[in-house]
């Protein structure tokens, strides 16, 4: 096992997980463990520390995106002088962008449309329990997100079994795509070329593209537009349009190669009421 730690000024946990951009982990003694694609680690806070422990330590500090300064990041941000903005960046200033699998991004995401958070974990759960590997962590087991190859050999009707809904069609259509495609061609692309390419898959819309774009490309010129979004859009920038594509390019436009980022601390604040 592996360990190294982070100043928690800018790698606060529970900001990190609980901001709606992963699905895969739980809490466990004092933190949470943390899954994905194949690999586990256990994350937790002691004193000024943020501390990650994990026998791919490599792979979780890039998963953290810790080569990245958050203080510069914000310090950018705030230059567009918008009181919310500077509020969120002060308030979640412990929130990070993760680097997280494309693979497991796109169906995690194709399962989130017009679902709740604790369903879309369960469902998430029950597939990687009956196609994933078991692997162990720390005693105990838990299982890898299948691979497209392993998801594309199930049929609709198992995916509606575990709760997936209408949303069986799509996961069974697009892992049989990506299995014989694979992702990595899309990785050169820049944000809107890849979200144009995302929204050719079965059961991917606007939204799930732009999610998808920036928590398993890590294209920070993705903004992605949900409820939450259309609020803080209305009630915060005075917006009227209605048209969420529209919305969409609003922010785009403002915030460039920062969208994401703003886009997070926006988000995170509002649903938490901070």
């Known amino acids: 096992m592996q360990k190294f730690d982070y100043d928690n000024t800018y790698f606060n946990p529970k900001d990190v997980l609980e901001c709606g951009q992963i699905f895969r982990f739980e809490p466990f003694k004092a933190g949470y463990k943390v899954y994905s694609a194949d690999k586990a680690c256990y994350v937790y806070t002691d004193k000024s520390k943020t501390v990650v422990e994990s026998e791919y330590a490599d792979y979780f500090y890039r998963f953290f995106d810790l080569e990245r300064e958050y203080a510069a990041v914000i310090e950018k941000i705030r230059q567009f002088n918008i009181p919310l903005i500077n509020r969120a960046c002060e308030t979640a200033k412990g929130l990070r962008l993760l680097n997280q699998s494309p693979e497991e991004m796109l169906f995690s995401f194709i399962i989130s449309q017009n679902n709740n958070i604790p369903r879309i974990k369960g469902i998430i759960s029950r597939i990687s329990r009956t196609v994933g590997e078991r692997r162990e962590f720390m005693g105990e087991e838990y299982y890898a997100f299948p691979s497209a190859a392993r998801l594309a050999e199930k049929d609709a009707a198992f995916y509606k079994s575990l709760g997936a809904g209408y949303r069986d069609e799509f ?104």
């Open 171 to 274: 996961i069974v259509q697009t892992a049989k795509r990506v299995a014989a495609e694979g992702l990595e061609h899309l990785k050169a692309l820049d944000a809107p070329e890849l979200k144009k390419q995302l929204l050719t898959y079965h059961g991917v819309g606007p939204k799930v593209a732009d999610c998808v774009s920036l928590f398993g490309f890590n294209k920070a010129a993705s903004f992605p537009v949900d409820t939450w979004i259309e609020k803080i859009y209305r009630e915060d920038f005075n917006g009227t349009l209605k048209d969420r594509n529209k919305i969409n390019a609003y922010f785009t436009s403002l915030f460039g190669e920062y969208s994401g980022y703003v886009q997070q601390y926006l988000f995170y604040c509002k649903r938490e009421n901070l």
